[in-house]
């Protein structure tokens, strides 16, 4: 798994590559998630262009980890997840609970112009 990390605006980027499921890539998803928690004062979007896969151990660390941003005000974005990827957040019901954009510019200008946790996902 690579994560790269890239500062835009009020905006920590991620970019994920790989696979996101029990084990080390997990736990590598996990803590690239908490160093951003804990040294970066930004919302945070998470680009799944390259994610090939996700299991419910991954789900859980992304649901974990907005809760957290959430408790401090900040956002956690999803961006460009695979159709398969779609229908598996459909089907947990968590695309009611995340904030998804197809482009990484449609969210940052969504999430820039509104308060914080308060826009309505841009996909129902």
């Given at each position: 798994?690579?994560?790269?990390?890239?500062?835009?605006?009020?905006?920590?980027?991620?970019?994920v590559?790989g696979?996101?499921?029990?084990?080390?890539?997990?736990?590598?998803?996990s803590?690239?998630?908490?160093?951003?928690?804990?040294?970066?004062?930004?919302?945070?979007?998470?680009?799944?262009?390259?994610?090939?896969?996700?299991?419910?151990t991954?789900?859980?660390?992304?649901?974990?980890?907005l809760?957290?941003?959430?408790?401090?005000?900040?956002?956690?974005?999803?961006?460009?997840?695979?159709?398969?990827?779609?229908?598996?957040?459909?089907?947990?019901?968590?695309?009611?609970?995340?904030?998804?954009?197809?482009?990484?510019?449609?969210?940052v200008?969504?999430?820039?112009?509104?308060?914080?946790n308060?826009?309505?996902?841009?996909?129902?």
């Open positions: 798994m690579i994560v790269e990390k890239k500062h835009l605006d009020n905006f920590t980027i991620l970019y590559e696979l996101i499921k029990l084990g080390e890539s997990a736990e590598f998803f803590s690239a998630l908490e160093n951003v928690l804990k040294n970066d004062s930004t919302n945070v979007i998470v680009d799944f262009t390259k994610i090939d896969y996700i299991d419910s991954g789900i859980g660390e992304l649901v974990g980890y809760g957290k941003f959430t408790s401090q005000n900040r956002k956690l974005i999803l961006v460009n997840p695979s159709e398969r990827i779609q229908k598996l957040l459909k089907l947990a019901k968590l695309d009611a609970v995340f904030k998804i954009y197809d482009t990484e510019d449609e969210a200008s969504s999430e820039s112009s509104s308060a914080p308060t826009a309505t996902p841009a996909r129902a």
